[in-house]
């Protein structure tokens, strides 16, 4: 089937569930019923107002505990999860019925894990402990969905993890980036050979790390195994995932709609040729029961519709997420992100966990990339990432080693852009 006529296909079951879905929304949800009107056509969509974390987040705290944006009665509602608050924010509570969460398991099993080609006899370790953080439970039911056995890794340390792992011969391992990095190091310390482990794959979120080269090199040398990057969001969903190409992660068109807003404020429908870069716009087309319309992500994506050696018709984020919308930072006049930097960090062995560390002086932003080391060349190393950095990006930045162990570690989502 040719291109077009698939990509034609999607957009008309997308508006299908569209029509569906706002209609419901109109009837009983607080939240939209102000916002939205009945919508027929793709014009019609376009017309309807974006909406932001911040209203969402104003709306949780006028209506405790969780807001207007519910379409049906509270006992409708069979799970909450909430966000990591990483950003520094105030964490959102999200709900979802029977029928939402079987829209994200669905995904997890028919999207995500098969993409990275995961299969029913595989065993799938979870590295991390299981709290309110949705990407924990929807990985966990996606794989019960899937066939394959779970295994999961709460309440231990991480050198008890790895012991796990290997003497129960998980063949697929999910956390985020940097912890898989802190599980390398610790396997190092503890003479286990992680890349003799039964570890083929592996299943990484909440950072855009498996998408920086570098960093997704560095995992793979540790675990002789390869790396899928996953995109999602608790209050959005789980919205995309790299497929054996690598090169990007592709979003899945049949669950979402996806839109691009430039940086002039325009919000634009994804291209059938080319490609758009801006703040990744998405509406979710399987939770109306607390449903998001036209969400800005804060995401700054780059997205093509080139063809893929996968055969998949959806657009693909080219690299990843490239980093948040608000954590850009400028030296010099020169507009940064996180991952350009995490690139070139992760190209030094010895260099383990890194900041980088934001203070305003005298109305310009100064910047210090922090860096631990794990041998004595460490001072070598940083004068040599200085001198990269600056060739790379165009801009002159300074890099200092801090003593092992004085950064701060998460299993979770880390915050690797400190603002002082």
Not at 37 to 58: C, M, Q, S, Y
Not at 148 to 175: D, F, K, N, W
Not at 207 to 219: F, K, N, Q, Y
Not at 327 to 353: C, K, W
Request: with cysteine; aromatic share 8%; proline share 4%.
């Amino acid at each position: 089937m040719a291109l077009s006529t698939r990509l034609a296909d999607i957009r008309a079951a997308q508006l299908e569930r569209l029509r569906a879905g706002i209609e419901s929304l109109l009837q009983t949800n607080r939240f939209y019923q102000a916002r939205l009107h009945r919508v027929g056509t793709w014009d019609d969509f376009e017309r309807l107002p974006l909406t932001t974390k911040d209203e969402i987040t104003a709306d949780q705290q006028a209506h405790p505990p969780f807001g207007t944006d519910l379409t049906f009665p509270i006992d409708r509602y069979s799970r909450l999860h909430q966000t990591s608050g990483t950003s520094g924010t105030t964490p959102l509570r999200w709900l979802d019925t029977p029928e939402s969460w079987d829209w994200w398991v669905r995904i997890w099993a028919d999207h995500i894990y098969r993409s990275a080609g995961v299969q029913a006899h595989d065993r799938v370790f979870f590295a991390f402990s299981f709290g309110p953080f949705i990407g924990f439970w929807s990985a966990f039911s996606g794989a019960e969905r899937l066939g394959a056995l779970i295994i999961p890794g709460g309440a231990m340390t991480t050198e008890q993890r790895l012991r796990t792992m290997l003497e129960l011969h998980a063949t697929v391992l999910c956390s985020t980036p940097t912890y898989a990095i802190r599980m390398a190091e610790a396997a190092d310390l503890a003479g286990i050979d992680l890349a003799a482990s039964d570890i083929r794959i592996m299943i990484h979120a909440g950072e855009p790390g498996a998408s920086v080269p570098a960093t997704r090199d560095l995992i793979e040398r540790s675990f002789g195994a390869r790396c899928f990057d996953h995109t999602g969001m608790t209050e959005l969903g789980p919205t995309g995932v790299s497929c054996q190409a690598r090169d990007g992660v592709h979003l899945v068109e049949s669950e979402f709609v996806f839109e691009v807003r430039d940086e002039a404020g325009a919000v634009h429908s994804l291209p059938e040729t080319g490609t758009i870069t801006g703040e990744l716009v998405a509406t979710n087309l399987g939770r109306f029961g607390s449903p998001l319309i036209r969400y800005r992500t804060g995401d700054r994506v780059e997205v093509t519709r080139a063809s893929c050696e996968c055969g998949s018709p959806f657009a693909k984020m080219l690299g990843g997420i490239r980093g948040r919308v608000d954590d850009m930072f400028t030296v010099r006049g020169v507009n940064l992100y996180p991952s350009q930097v995490e690139d070139l960090v992760r190209r030094h062995a010895v260099i383990g966990e890194f900041c980088i560390e934001v203070r305003e002086v005298r109305g310009m932003e100064e910047v210090t990339i922090l860096c631990e080391c794990q041998d004595g060349n460490g001072e070598a190393a940083v004068s040599q990432l200085a001198n990269e950095l600056r060739l790379a990006l165009g801009a002159r930045i300074e890099c200092r080693q801090v003593p092992t162990g004085s950064l701060p570690r998460s299993e979770l989502k880390s915050r690797r852009l400190r603002r002082v």
